[in-house]
């Protein structure tokens, strides 16, 4: 039903800056919810960043609160996660998610679509 499609992945020394994309093919309400998760080798998937764009709701986790900002842009066709002062511990793949808006958050389970996932390597 929703198709999603994430762009931006690729390496960053330690302290740097990183910008991920995120687009869907389609706005609808069961893709009105937006989010990004994360999740490394050996390790469970975390959410990161949330937003219900009908009326911008954000959520964040505590681990990237203050560093990453979600944005949305070109008319809710697609979600922005800026991403600062990285650490090694933000290496993952990340994924974009879309729900319906009365599920959004960060809990992977309540999720309805999911992209392939763009690689985030952060090094010294």
């Known amino acids: 039903l929703v198709h999603l499609e994430e762009f931006g992945g690729g390496s960053v020394q330690d302290g740097g800056s990183l910008t991920l994309t995120c687009e869907a093919s389609?706005?609808?309400?069961?893709?009105?919810?937006l989010a990004w998760f994360r999740q490394a080798p050996g390790k469970e998937r975390e959410g990161v960043a949330a937003?219900?764009?009908?009326?911008?709701?954000?959520y964040y986790s505590d681990s990237v609160k203050g560093r990453f900002t979600l944005s949305e842009v070109s008319a809710r066709q697609s979600v922005i996660l800026r991403m600062e002062n990285l650490k090694r511990e933000d290496s993952a793949t990340y994924y974009c998610?879309?729900?319906?808006?009365?599920?959004?958050?960060?809990?992977?389970?309540?999720?309805?679509?999911w992209g392939q996932g763009t690689r985030v390597a952060v090094s010294s």
């Open positions: 937003v219900q764009r009908r009326i911008g709701k954000f």
């Open positions: 389609t706005y609808t309400d069961s893709s009105d919810c």
């Open positions: 998610a879309a729900t319906h808006p009365w599920r959004c958050g960060l809990t992977a389970a309540t999720y309805n679509h």
